[in-house]
Antibody, heavy 116, light 110 residues
Framework: EVQLVESGGGLVQPGGSLRLSCAASGFTLTGYWMYWVRQVPGKGLVWVSRINSDGSSTSYADSVKGRFTISRDNAKNTLYLQMNSLRPEDTALYYC?????????WGQGTLVTVSS | QAVVTQEPSLTVSPGGTVTLTCGSSGGAVTSGHYAYWFQQKPGQAPRTLIFDTINRHFWIPGRFSGSLLGGKAALTLSGAQPEDEADYYCSLSYNGVYVVFGGGTKLTVL
C-alpha cells in the first residue's frame, strides 16, 4: 500500500524548533519532487515548500523563508522539514504530498502547535 | 506573491452540473500554471483530483474534469453525487518556483 506518514509535530514554545519527517512506503521518493503544505484547522490549504528530486533546488513561501528548510534522504525514502524560529502563526497541521507533479498522495498530517 | 481566487461557496442539485473556477491576480491562467484541484472532506486529508490542468488520476470518478475557461482554471462536476459535498481547493504554480492555493470553495449538494 502506498503511504506517506508524517511525524515530528508537537507543542513548542515561540522561538523553538521542530523537525518534521515524512516517510514514504509502497513507492520510492527517488526521482520525484516533493512538497509540504499546511492548514490551520478550519482554514484553507497553504503551500509551504518544495524540493526537487535530488535536493539541489528548493523553494519556500515568503512566510517561512529563512526559517524553514526542506530536505530529503532518498536512501531512507524520507522527506524532512526543519522549522526554526517558530511563531504562533506557524501553528497548523502539516502535510507532505507528492510524488512529483501528480501530487497523487498526501499524508494524514502532523500537528504543530506553537504556544507558550 | 500572487493571489488565487475561488468562489467561496456553490450549490448544486443532485445529478446537476457545476463549474468551479480558479483565477490569478497576475492575469489569465494558462497551462503554464499547472493548475491542480483538490477535494477535502471534514476530518480528512486533501485528495488530488486533477493535476496539470486537465489530468485526472485513474481512481478519480470521470464526473470530475479540469479545463481552462475564460482565463481561469476550471473544475467541472457533471452529475453531482451527495458524496461530492466537500471543500475544493485549486493551486497554481508560478514560474516553477512557488505554488499558491486558492481560498477554497465549499460545495453543497442539495
Amino acid at each position: 500500500e502506498v503511504q506517506l506518514v508524517e511525524s515530528g509535530g508537537g507543542l513548542v514554545q515561540p522561538g523553538g524548533s521542530l523537525r518534521l519527517s515524512c516517510a514514504a512506503s509502497g513507492f520510492t521518493l527517488t526521482g520525484y519532487w516533493m512538497y509540504w503544505v499546511r492548514q490551520v484547522p478550519g482554514k484553507g490549504l497553504v503551500w509551504v515548500s518544495r524540493i526537487n528530486s535530488d535536493g539541489s533546488s528548493t523553494s519556500y513561501a515568503d512566510s517561512v523563508k529563512g526559517r524553514f528548510t526542506i530536505s530529503r534522504d532518498n536512501a531512507k525514502n524520507t522527506l524532512y522539514l526543519q522549522m526554526n524560529s517558530l511563531r504562533p502563526e506557524d501553528t497548523a497541521l502539516y502535510y507532505c504530498a507528492g510524488p512529483g507533479g501528480s501530487w497523487a498522495h498526501w499524508g494524514q498530517g502532523t500537528l504543530v502547535t506553537v504556544s507558550s | 506573491q500572487a493571489v488565487v481566487t475561488q468562489e467561496p461557496s456553490l450549490t448544486v442539485s443532485p445529478g446537476g452540473t457545476v463549474t468551479l473556477t480558479c483565477g490569478s491576480s497576475g492575469g489569465a491562467v494558462t497551462s503554464g500554471h499547472y493548475a491542480y484541484w483538490f477535494q477535502q472532506k471534514p476530518g480528512q486529508a486533501p485528495r488530488t483530483l486533477i493535476f496539470d490542468t486537465i489530468n485526472r488520476h485513474f481512481w478519480i470518478p470521470g464526473r470530475f474534469s479540469g479545463s481552462l475557461l475564460g482565463g481561469k482554471a476550471a473544475l467541472t462536476l457533471s452529475g453531482a453525487q451527495p458524496e461530492d459535498e466537500a471543500d475544493y481547493y485549486c493551486s497554481l504554480s508560478y514560474n516553477g518556483v512557488y505554488v499558491v492555493f486558492g481560498g477554497g470553495t465549499k460545495l453543497t449538494v442539495l
